[in-house]
């Protein structure tokens, strides 16, 4: 009795093996299959120079990008130009994070911000544990979700700028924002 049970679970050990080998290969086959002349397949060509993303989720491509264009929205601003060759002092505040996903790389975002600052010559960048400065620069990035159907997903993300004096006035605020979008869930 014995031998019999091990045979039949040996056969039965080979049969799964077999059919699960089988559907392997024909799930791969049917990922392989042409498509006919006019009709469209899932896969979209994207643009090498581009950010393509895989999700809607922040890369640190995207964090180089967002981050230089709205610090050189505020370099080129009246507010900046109008330093002319005086050079404040001024503070980089660590970026606040409000958006849902709570692993977004601040100090990234920050490390950014603050080399496109000093790399201006426009301004001297001091640490923020300086008791003499002009300006301090505080940042916000946000985000917004939308859902369409079929899991189609598209996320909005926004950093603003925002420049105040020692007194706590507001001289200058400045924001770009950066749309990424996540298709429909597919198995092929």
Sequence with gaps: MKTLNKKTTHVNIVK???????????????????????????????????????????????????????????LTSKLVQGWGKRKPKVIAAVPVNNTDNEN???????????????????????????????????SELTSTRQYGKGGKELVYYTLQLKMFTLMGELKGQWSDDLAMAKSEKSMF
């Design 16 to 74: 799964n093996t077999l059919l699960f080998s089988m559907l392997g290969a024909s799930v791969i086959m049917a990922g392989c299959q042409s498509i006919p002349m006019g009709q469209q397949s899932d896969v979209a060509m994207v643009d090498a120079k581009g950010r393509g993303h895989l999700q809607a989720q922040l890369t640190m491509a995207d964090y180089v990008a967002l981050a230089e264009t709205v610090t050189n929205k505020m």
């Design 104 to 138: 977004v790389r601040m100090s990234d975002l920050h490390d950014r911000i603050q080399e496109t600052l000093f790399n201006s010559g426009v301004m001297r960048v001091v640490d923020k544990s300086a008791t003499s400065f002009d300006y301090i620069i505080k």
